[in-house]
């Protein structure tokens, strides 16, 4: 079982180095980050020990309730979903950054829990660059502004961005929501605005589309279904 998780997640990273290569990247500049919702604990345990070491949850709940389970698991955590900013204090001590901060009360919510606490927190902002009304995210017109008002917050650091990208079966219509957010990236660093030059960070695509975003120059890439099969329900 859990070598069939080994070989799964070797499979997904040779197609993210294979598809680095054809557009002429460094499969070393496209992390791997997998999202472990819905997924029991002992099989996020077993992707730790084949080789996994950034993960991601996007349900506060579940992140609280599997994080004991994980303690003596060396990894690194990202939160990947909507956040509700009163969840924000459940996360904040759970995680090393915030990939889905899509609005700036909860930019400043998070920045405020962050120097409580005397450190510094990582975020991404969270684009909608499909502009399907279902997902979350900023909207491509307010991200240079949200971004820039984040790279402003003393205990924030800001990353790059995060987008999901366009739900089609149109390759181009893909492809374009993941060169909006490069676009958009290129744009914010080049703003000069404090705390934006070092944002350059792409998170996106997923099991289904990842060669997509890796040709559009995603840094990251979110897998779940690829590795560990398809959702329990
Ligand atoms: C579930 C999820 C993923 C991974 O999706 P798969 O299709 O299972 O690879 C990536 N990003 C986010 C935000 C997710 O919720």
Known sequence: ??????????????RVATAARVVGRDPGEVQLLLAVKAQPAEQVQAAIRAGATLLGHNRAQELAATAPCL???EHEMHFIGRLQSNKATK???LVSCVQSVDRFALAERLDRLAGNVGRMLDVFVQVNT???PTKAG?????AVDLATGVGALPHLRLRGLMTVGANSDDVDVVRESYERLARLRDD???SGAPGT???????MGMSGDLEIAVAAGATMVRVGTAVFGARPA
């Open 1 to 14: 079982m859990s070598s069939e998780l080994a070989n799964r997640l070797s499979a997904v990273r040779e």
């Open 71 to 73: 303690v003596e698991y």
């Open 138 to 142: 900023v909207a491509p017109e307010a």
């Open 197 to 203: 030059a070092e944002a350059r960070e792409l998170s």
């Open 188 to 190: 914010i660093v080049s």
């Open 91 to 93: 996360v904040v001590p």
């Open 130 to 132: 499909s502009g399907e």
